[in-house]
């Protein structure tokens, strides 16, 4: 409790004191809404913590449509504002595995760090003996017909839909990435250069800016010249809705992946809902609850 500080609704001068408490060799973590952290205080992280690249840590959680709180509340291109912002490294956790390691990552890095962080009731997706690394990728999954990179809550439900298209034929080389900033992992440039069908990125952001546009980059200065198929929210804001009906709303789900897939081969797969749900992947899920406020 003594190394504990409730700044209140008062974000921005919460990052103004984070970055004076940095300056004192102190080390700030600091947590809130992405949204009210980003958007809200964008000014005082580039100037008192950015620009003298101070070790603050800065956990912004119930990232894009992981909140029912409706635009106002939703970060949905933190990523794409934060990816700018010299000195920045970017992380987001995609399970409880990620969430174990993410600290031990930020510690080590000797400047800012926003991590997109879940909350709450939070899938084990990959072991809890196997933790997170930096600036690496973490494969899920081998095949030469298409490259698939996700990341956050995007990972789950492409797990459900690869393991499906496997059954039906179709395998997928799947990447969750944990670091989005910097993204510099040249597994995915080997994968896309051989993948038969393209790359597709998988993200809980507008898709600008954030994953898809890193993967973009990545393949463009590597002179790799596949197709690549964006998903995420496309250039629109969402709305107040439970998670479950907004992945669906935005094309975030595994039936969405699978339909994706079915666009890029012109292939039916036959693949159902009743199928892609029959498969849990994770300890537990939770049930729809709507995240309190």
Known sequence: PDRFFSMGMAEQNMMSLAGGMAREGYLPHVHTFAVFMYRRALDQIEMSIAYPNLKVRMFGFLPGITTPGGVSHQAINDIGVLRSVPNMTLLETGDATDVESVLGIAHEIDGPVYVRMLRKEIPRLFPADDPTRFRKLRRLGAGADLTLVTSGICTEEAMRATVSLRQHGFSTDHFHATTLKPFDDELIVESAASARFGV??????????????????????????????????????????????????????????????????????????????????????????????
Request: glycine letters at 12%; aromatic letters at 4%; a negative charge.
């Open 200 to 293: 597709i990125s998988m993200e809980n952001h507008n898709v600008l800016g954030g994953l898809g546009t890193a993967v973009s980059e990545l393949l463009t200065e590597h002179g790799v010249g596949a197709r690549l198929t964006r998903m995420g929210l496309q250039d629109t804001y969402s709305h107040g809705a439970s998670q479950s009906y907004l992945v669906k709303e935005h094309g975030l789900d595994a039936i969405s992946l699978v339909g994706q897939i079915e666009k890029l081969t012109g292939e039916q797969f036959g693949i159902d809902e009743e199928e892609l749900s029959s498969a849990p992947l994770s300890e537990f899920t939770a049930q729809g609850q709507l995240e309190a406020l």
